[in-house]
């Protein structure tokens, strides 16, 4: 599905990333710790074309990256920080916006079918200014998948958000597994990112530092690990 070969991000005079190799293959749920300021996001941005590195190659289900960005692009869903979503426009309103840029076929049965995977079938005629956080984050998870992108990108999406809101929110991204989409997700949550995972990554100063299977692992083995590899730094 990706792979990253010798990826590397120079910004200035400093080395944000350095030769970062990785493949992901199809319906895999790959969860990265690390501390602030690691690079995690910086990899998350390159890997879903935010971002281009300063060397390396990056090939995202059979396409190279950098010669077939057009058709590479619609085959990725992103989660960031931002929604990304009209405060003035209601859930249905934002992801027809969306619907129509992607060129969504079957706009409104597939506006219908995504807000009814992530629990907001009623709410789809409420202006989003009204929703509150963990609301935002499925409607932010609709919008990423309504083109039904091959690979989702998440960064940090438990922040802020409720025990009942991260139950939600879990039970979203597991259901998105289960139908064989690519999960690449940054977060500090031990529990939520063993609970969800196939891999788990740690990026210490740039660098990949540690690479494991998640089943079997308890977030209080993965802490431990945590802890030898990036030298006592909490996440």
Known sequence: ??????????????????????????????????????????LLKILSLLMKPSTGTLTINGSSANQES????????????????????????NLEFYGRMYQVDNLRDRIYDVLKEVGLEYSLNDPVRNFSRGMLQRLAIARATLHQPAILFLDEPYTGLDQ????????????????????FMITHNFEQGLDLSDRVLIIKKGRLAYEGAAPGLTPGQMKEIYLNTVGGLTP
């Open 70 to 93: 057009s058709k590479t692009r619609s085959q990725i869903g992103v989660i960031s920080h931002q929604s990304f979503l009209y405060d003035n426009l209601t859930a249905y309103e």
């Open 1 to 42: 599905m990706l792979t990253a070969q010798n990826i590397t991000k120079t910004i200035g005079t400093k080395t944000i990333l350095h030769n970062i190799d990785l493949h992901i293959k199809e319906g895999e749920f790959i969860t990265v710790f690390g501390p602030n300021g690691a690079g995690k996001s910086t």
């Open 164 to 183: 009942q809101a991260i139950d939600i929110l879990n039970s979203v991204l597991r259901n998105l597994n289960i139908k064989d989409r690519t999960v």
